[in-house]
């Protein structure tokens, strides 16, 4: 599967980067080339393969629904690059 | 020989005689890791916090109450969350970033006296085989044959490095693909890989979940039994931690491996390998042979396929975790334009954040996730993905105990060699390891010996799940066949 500028223009967009459209066509080549390396898969049988869900076949372990934590608002917000009045800001998303 | 030099295990030994203190064997490290800047291998020093640990497992020691890490001054790899210390994963997307919290490793690290000397450079989210893709410029392998700086490896090249130099007596490492393995290989150290879910990974910055796994990074293979003592165990804050007991490694060190069996498996003498590693694992072979092992040739014949499956559900998997990544909770956000919206700051931050080698994976992985490709890369990858793992348990269910199997194509390679080629290249590097990622098995690399250059080489031993205790036997008996005993010289 050989992958054109189109394509790479729209998984840059669905990955939400932006690629300089100067770049599209250099990211569609190595793309196309990882895409190529993975052809090989098509070689193998996988009728009636199960696809592969978990390492170990375990049950996912449940916990009981309570609070652990909370109360820790500050914490939360340290770290954020924008945050304002115990909230988390961002450029205005409503028209 | 300067304290920094000695193994945990010597170092637990003399602590508890009380022939040095923790404080001094902390800062011997310290001094050791300032005038080992060359190497780039710590990327955030925390002499503060060691000295305060050191003089807490100081107190402990005198007490008698003293685990077997207590005291011992340890490296953490950048990918683990540590309360309060800069954790970016080597990447700039998360420059700036100080977690609230400590990961589950480094809290039962510290639980046990551990001291964190700094976080170790690696690969940009865990996605290299080089350490070259790094925020922070690449780490550099202390071994040294000509004018050109090699590479540690990848991703845990910091670790290695550390390890190798002796910086610090051991290092945390993760293995995705082969990230512990390849790494511990190129430098001469010893590394181990556990079954997934022997450790967990609540507070590492996660690539490839059902693929991550955090393991020790150490000068032997005795240091690795007492250092993943301290790492395992279930943990009911990572729903896929594994509640099985953890036996106690160090005992399991007999060296009597008579009678075990050992599968070479032919799939892995791949077309154009060099003699020099063909002899390298006759050798080994030997060596486990003359030790009592049973030599039983097996086939593993999906072997081929596990590069391009880990190279569709890596990815894959990693376009789904570095989503969270959008510049509004933590990390860098980008400068934003006027009229700019959110859209606009997703991509920009994104796009400023995250390097070359991870956009390429986050678009791969978007592409192969996408509509009308679904089944035909990523469910059939995990279709190829149960046959790899079915490979191994028809070896193990043979009656194999483990197998023995070359790590790296080549030993460490310049830094800059492999940088202009094309990605699939470098790619190529995790031809031996991401098998046992795929099918979660444990794997632990020893060194054996140097090439005609002079460079480090090492064989890895594949066990069966949950059997670390065991495959750290086989380990244990390889390293003192092999009693590869040579460091770098100096020049940093």
């Given amino acids: 599967m050989s992958i054109d500028i189109d394509t790479a223009r729209k998984v840059a967009k669905l990955a939400r980067i932006r690629v300089e459209e100067a770049n599209l066509p250099a990211l569609a080549t190595q793309l196309s080339g990882i895409l190529g390396f993975m052809e090989q898969l098509n070689e193998v049988n996988v009728d009636g393969i199960e696809p592969m869900t978990s390492v170990t076949p375990m049950r996912l372990k449940r916990r009981v629904d309570v609070v652990t934590d909370g109360n820790i608002q500050e914490q939360i917000l340290k770290n954020a690059p924008d945050a304002r009045e115990g909230f988390f800001a961002v450029p205005k998303v409503v028209e | ?492």
Avoid at chain 2, 86 to 93: C, D, E, K, L, T
Avoid at chain 2, 138 to 151: E, F, G, Q
Avoid at chain 2, 219 to 229: M, N, P, S, Y
Avoid at chain 2, 239 to 253: G, K, N, Q, R, Y
């Fill in chain 2, 1 to 492: 020989m300067s304290a920094n030099t000695w193994t945990i295990a010597a170092a637990r030994d003399a602590l508890r005689k009380r022939e040095i203190s923790a404080v001094d064997l902390t800062m011997s490290c310290l001094t050791a890791i300032d005038a080992g800047d060359a190497l780039n291998a710590f990327v955030h020093k925390t002499p503060e916090i060691a000295l305060e640990q050191a003089r807490a497992a100081d107190a402990r020691l005198a007490a008698g109450d003293a685990p077997g890490l207590c005291g011992i001054p340890l490296g953490i790899k950048d990918v683990f969350c540590t309360k309060g210390v800069p954790s970016q994963a080597a990447s700039n997307v998360l420059k700036g970033f100080k977690p609230e919290y400590e990961s589950t490793v480094t809290s039962k690290l510290f639980g046990d006296g551990a001291v964190m000397l700094g976080k170790l450079n690696m690969d940009e989210f865990a996605m290299g085989s080089s350490n070259e893709a790094s925020c922070y410029g690449p780490a550099v392998n202390p071994w040294k044959i000509d004018d050109r700086k090699l590479t540690p490896g990848g991703s845990s090249g910091g670790s290695a490095a550390a390890v190798a130099a002796d910086l610090c007596l051991g290092a945390t490492g993760t293995d995705t693909g082969g990230s512990i393995r390849q790494p511990a290989a190129f430098t001469g150290i010893t590394g181990i890989k556990p079954t997934y879910g022997r450790v967990s990974r609540w507070g590492v910055v996660a690539y490839a979940s059902s693929l991550d796994q955090a393991g020790p990074m150490t000068k032997t293979v005795r240091d690795a039994a007492i250092f993943l003592q301290s790492m395992a165990g279930h943990d009911p804050k990572d729903s896929t931690s594994a509640d099985i007991a953890v036996p106690d490694f160090e005992a399991a060190l007999t060296g009597d491996i008579r009678g075990k069996k050992i599968g070479i498996p032919r799939e892995y003498r791949v077309d154009g390998m060099s003699s020099e590693l063909i002899a390298l694992w006759d050798n080994g072979v030997a060596m486990l042979k003359d030790a009592g092992a049973e030599i039983v040739d097996i086939s593993l014949p999906h072997t081929k396929y596990a590069l391009p499956t880990y190279y569709v559900i890596a990815p894959a998997e990693a376009s789904s975790n570095l989503a969270r990544y959008d510049g509004v909770r933590y990390g860098h956000r980008a400068q934003l334009a006027a009229g700019d919206g959110i859209t606009e700051m997703y991509e920009k931050t994104r796009a400023e954040g995250f390097g070359p080698e991870v956009q390429r994976r986050i678009m791969v992985g978007t592409y192969v996730l996408s509509a009308g490709f679904y089944d035909a890369y990523y469910n059939r990858a995990r279709k190829v993905r149960a046959l790899i793992k079915r490979d191994f348990e028809q070896a193990f269910a043979a009656g194999i105990d483990s197998i023995l199997a070359p790590i790296t194509p080549s030993s460490a390679f310049g830094l800059g060699e492999k940088s202009n080629a094309d990605p699939v290249e470098m790619y190529l590097e995790d031809i031996f390891t991401v098998t046992l990622n795929l099918a979660g098995l444990p794997g632990v690399a020893v060194p054996v010996g140097l090439d005609a250059k002079g460079l480090p080489m090492g064989l890895q031993l594949i066990g069966r799940p949950w059997d670390e205790a065991g495959l750290l036997n086989h380990a244990y008996v390889l390293e003192q066949a092999a009693g590869f005993v040579a460091k770098p010289n100096k020049w940093w």
